[in-house]
Structures are given as C-alpha cells and as structure tokens.
C-alpha cells in the first residue's frame, strides 16, 4: 500500500502556534493529529501566592484576542469567593464591553482569517485586490468592536479599566451614546457580510456534535447562565469538574477537555446558536434563515456564517444596553480579604471558559485552574479532521492539506489560550 | 520601482496580542500592505516568502531551546530586527517563572511533565541576539507601532520618548492618583507611552511599558511603602508584565 504523509508545521492564521499530521495507509487512516507546540506559560501555576484581585489583570495575558472572557471569568470568580456582588448597572456595562470583543475576534477570524480559505487565497490584504468594499467593510466593523473596548475598558488589548467590584471609572453617558450610530450601521453591515459569506461553496460535512454552551432564560448568552447541552445537560457553573475532565497528551502542550465518559464535545459559536436559538432576535434569526440556516447548524463549515450573525447580535445588543445605560454608582463595589472558593464561567468568543479559583484568608490565591475553549474542542477537532480525511480520500495532497487546515480553522482556534495550536503533518502510507 | 522592503512578524511565545496591535491598525492596514512585501505573518497569511528580510518584528520571549535557535536563524536573515512588546523586550509574564521551579511548575499544570520540553527561564530576545529596537508595552500602543514602521521605511530615527508614565499625566492634566489619592502608582518609574490611560481612569499604573531610563525605584518604594503598602505587594507591583526587566526585578528581589 502508498503511504501518504499530509503535513503542516505551521498553521497559519490561527492564534498560535500549531501544527497538523495525517498518516494515510491506502484508504486506512492510520493517525489524525492537532498538535499544539505553542510553549507553555503556566499561568495557573504562577498565580499561586498572588492577590486575587490580580486575577483579571494576569489571566488576560492568556490571550490578546480575547482578554475579556479572561477578566470576565477571573472577575465572577473572585467576587463569589470574596462574597461580593456587584449592581444589574455594572453587568450591564460588562455585557456590552464583552459585545465589543465578540465584535472584533469574530470579524477578523471570519472576514480575515476564514474567508479566504472559501476564495482559495492567501489572506485578506488578497481579497480586498478584488472586492476592496467587503475587506473595507469588515475593517470598520472590527474597529467598531475595538472602539467599544477603549470606550469601556480603556484598551483594546488587556484592558484596564476594569476590576474585580466593576469598572475604576464608569464612562460618560454622552461617550457610551455617541456609540450608538456606528452600531446601528454595525448590525446592517454584519448583516451585509453574513449573506455575502452565504454564497460560499460550503463543504458538504454534517456531524451529530454534543453542544455545550452557557444557557440563559432571557438572554442569548455571553457573561451569564447555567451550562447546557444539546444532549440534556443542564448544571450549574460550579459543577463544570463533576462533568468535564482535562487529559495531557503527549501531541499538546494544551490540556485536551473531554466530558467524564470520555466523549468528546464542542464549543463556540455552533453550540451557544443551537442551543439558544430561540433567545436570538427576530432580526438575526431573520438573517439566518435568508443565509439559509435553520435553528440548528451541524456543518462546522459555516461556523463563518454563524459568527457573523453572532456579530450582527453584538452590535444590537450594544446598542441596546447604550440606549438605556446610566453610569454605573458606586463605579466598584469593595472586596474584602477573605478565604473562599469561587467559579466564573462566560461565553468567550470561541467557547466556553471556566474559571476556578480558591483564596485564602489573606486574599492570595491558593488554586487556579482555568480551561479555556481551544482546549475543550481538540478532540472534536481531531475527530472532526477524520471525518473530513475518510470522505476526502480522492483528493490530491495539496487540496486535502487545505481541507484540513480549514477544517482546523472553522474551530477560529486560539492556541495561545489553548497552551495556556498547530504543526498538520499527512503521512500517507 | 524599487523593490518594497520585506516584512516577517515572528511569534515566541505570548498571548499574540502584539501582532493583533498591527491588525488593530484597521485604517492603514492595506496602506501598510501596500508600503511593504509582507513575507511572514503566520497569524495573518499563508504566505511564507524565505528570507532574507529588511525588518523583522518579533512578539514573543524565548522558553524553549528549539526558540533559542530559532531567533538566531531569524537574526542571520534580517536586516533590522525590531521587537514589540513585553514579552520580546523583557519576558513577559511568563518571566514569573525565572522566580520559581520551573518543575514544580510543569508537574501543577499538566499531568505528565515528561511531555513538556520548556526552559527555566522566560527571556528577552535582546539576551540571544542583536536587537535594533525594542517597542514597549504589554501590549505596544498602535500609535508607536506606526511611528515606528513608518519611521523604519523612511529610515528616520522613530518618536518614542523614554520619559516616565508622569510626563503623559502632565500632558493629559491627568491629576496625580498617589499625591491627591494615596495609590499606589508605578508612573515615576515606567516609561510613557500607553497614552496615559491608567492614571485617567484613577488607577494607578501598573507598569506594563516596562522601566524608563534610569529609574529611581528605591525611592518609589519608600514612598509606596509610606502610604501602607506591605513589602510582599511591593514586591508583585514591580514582579508582573516586565518582572524579568532588570531594574523592576532588582527591585522586587529587595522587596521580597
């Protein structure tokens, strides 16, 4: 039989560093691997000894792309351990600073990172050569998301103005108005991109996957909820150990998140839309059904195209809570020193991510343990490039080798989360 | 026309909030890709042009052995090798680590230590090779990143004052948080640049752009350590972003 060995060292444009090998035996696949060489950090480790109250502030240099799932998690959870609460006002404002990351992570993984994987070119600075609109567009939508998080948080990358207790200054009423506008032309341009991406030649791939994403009564979930699943699971954060467990494989330096039976699981943006379908609005699910998708999306593929709807909500929901925003009073609620145990778990844009913490009578953490969403969904992605290998087998190296890459890249992977990503490898034997 | 000068962004290990500061650059990005032949940026493109390159911005500190060579492979390739942000010019948070075992941390993360292959140390690329720039910040502000590209495609010397966090309180009318409010503020001793943005929202900075030249931080502390701040937050002020910065790390070594 030929060996076929299909390979990638170096993925690009994924968030860090990871790599791809697939070993083919005639039709036999003999290994699928997502390998994260991305070099640890140990954050939960170096976080021993310190002040929880530098939780958020530390655990955001986790990831540049998304530091507010990190401070929004470390924050709920630090604030249960230390007994404090904080006001419907400050949620509020923290619901509409998490719009503004949702907005420019979605936008550059769909628009500049995904798409041009459907055109079959090299990258975004490619596709504005022949549609300079829809690459201008996505750009100012992605600053729309960034000019959110200055607003609120006083930076787009790790920013500052947030703390455990809310916000060290709430914003003026005028700035957070001012915002509304652009939002508004937001909505309709994610709108715009969302049916543009519509006519992409979608692989044809669905998979019967285990969503698991945050669910809310009233909300489509961001910063709050109990988690559930497609498959009847419904807990509360605290419980998320009793139902979830993280292995180490030799292939990662990421733990790999599987539930307790050993199955694997998804998270993102095809979990949280299915499983919250109906607490989407009538003008997104309008959009969906014209981007032609139901209430349930089972090709990973058009990730893309949920991403963008999810875009689209972010800019309603922003301009909802600015319309009604009054500066939050007090700004911060005070966190005494105290021994607790507490959990904070939030919708980042790729997933579900949890956080851990126990603190002792001085306020110094004593256990951190966070589990971001790349590192969840590597045995779903790993299962999903075998599916997508086997009922590709026909095709030439070089056309499989993409497929692959962009099997791994409707997951958005952030690796540099994951190693608290990826080399593709073929060998065909 | 003469050819564009080739551009690769490099990534050590980090949180790529650094490269993401040069995509931020939403306005002036396809001018950008204009002005320049982007060789490398893995993050951004599947196009991978070999070397040798004009500039190299590099995110990123050196943890591993497989990075330390690859920074000197990359050293050997470029004309002018620049540096963005925290962890490429001082280690970055990783750097914790330098103040640790690095074993028992390995064996509290992950189950099986015997699969992680990393160094003792976090460290700047400046310890490995020549570097010809170092851009501060944790994460560098985009207005200095587009000085500087500017500056190095014009082949002028770039803009970026080695003045303290005060100068920009100064130049803001920001109203001192330790002198009217008692915080604790590293201002007097980090070098300016973020655009003031702590100490105008009543925070004290916390030192993310690193030292500034010549820095008094023995006479910081005693200040701090006046208003009732105990030597072991002392010590974690100055031991975060750039904790392996030499003068931030001599100084939290007193403290701890």
Redesign the interface.
Known sequence: MTERIIQVD????????GALYVRLNGAQIEAVEFRIF?????????M?G??AR?AP??TS?????C?IAYIMGASQAVEQALGIGTSPDIEALRRMLYCGEWI?SHV?HAA??HA?DFLGL????EI?KTN?DL??KA??L??LG?TLMEVIG?????P??T?IGG???APEVERIRALIPELEWGAQAARELTLAFAGFDFPADEYDYHFVSLVHPEDYPITQGRIGSSRGLDIPVADFNAHFSE????RS?A?QGRMKDGSAYLVGPLARYTNNYDRLSASCQATALEAGLGPVVRNPFKSILVRMIEVQYACEEAARIAGSYVAPSPAFFVAPDRAGEGHGCTEAPRGLCYHHYRIDAEGRIEMAQIVPPTSQNQPQIEADLTRVVAANLGMADDALKWRCEQTIRNYDP?I?CAT?FLKLTVDRV | MAPRPKLAVW???????????L??C??E??AI?DALD?AQF???????TDGPYDVSLVEGSI??AH?AQRIRDIRAQTKTLITIGACATAG???S??NF?D?D???S?????PD??S?LAT?TPISDHVKVDFELRG??VSKHQLLELISATLAGRKPHVPLTSQCTECKQHGTTCVTVAHGIPCLGPVTQAG?GN??P????GC?G?FGPKETPNAAALSAQMAGLGLPPR?LR?LYR??NAAAPEFQAESKRHD
């Open positions: 170096a993925l690009a444009r994924v968030e860090g560093e991305e070099p640890p950090r140990f954050f939960e480790a170096f021993v310190r002040d530098e502030d530390i240099r986790i990831c540049g792309i530091p420019q550059l500049m990172l041009p090299a990258d975004a600075i504005a300079p690459v201008r750009l100012r992605k600053k960034n006083g930076r787009s990358v790790h500052v103005n703390r916000f060290y200054r292995h180490h494989v030799a330096n733990l952030c540099s608290h | 990534k050590f290990a980090s949180c790529d909030g650094c490269q993401l500061t995509l931020d939403e306005d990005l396809l890709a982007i893995l993050e951004a493109t599947k196009v991978a943890t591993t990075d970055g948070t990783q914790l680590r640790a690095v028992a941390y390995t509290m993360v992950y189950a099986h699969y992680i990393t976090s944790c994460p973020c943005l702590c105008s929202v009543g925070r916390y993310c937050a974690d975060s972003f």
